[in-house]
């Protein structure tokens, strides 16, 4: 059973750093599963956040981010992290880790929710102007 828990939300002030962890459950081969992030926030679409592949060898983002967020991944601890610096009020939703089974060790990375089919409960992130 696949199984995924986020922490690290809070509340801080815009221009303020915060670090997203997702551990993953024993019992599954996590270095097998591309990673990604994903937020929604109060009556908006969930959002494409940002995604690694198997390795972590290779990355991508939302325009929204770019230069500001930085996903990785440590693969001996089953854990993904996104850390999040010069946060904006914009910013502010509940962040999802997603996975999904990857066969491939390249530089492909999928950006779509419906790529995904774990998914954890999420966690708060409120950023204050």
């Known amino acids: 059973q696949v199984q995924l828990v986020e922490s690290g939300g809070g509340l801080v002030q815009a221009g303020d750093s915060l670090r997203l962890s997702c551990a993953a459950s024993e019992g599954w081969t996590f270095s097998n599963y591309a990673m990604g992030w994903f937020r929604q926030a109060p009556g908006k679409e969930r959002e494409f956040v940002a995604a690694i592949i198997r390795s972590g060898g290779s990355t991508s983002y939302a325009d929204s981010v770019k230069g500001r967020f930085t996903i990785s991944r440590d693969n001996a601890k089953k854990t993904q992290y996104l850390q999040m610096n010069s946060l904006k009020p914009e910013d502010t939703a509940v962040y999802y880790c997603?996975?999904?089974?990857?066969?491939?060790?390249?530089?492909?990375?999928?950006?779509?929710?419906?790529?995904?089919?774990?998914w954890g409960q999420g966690t708060q992130v409120t950023v204050s102007s």
């Open positions: 997603a996975a999904h089974r990857s066969f491939s060790i390249g530089t492909i990375l999928r950006t779509r929710q419906a790529d995904y089919p774990y």
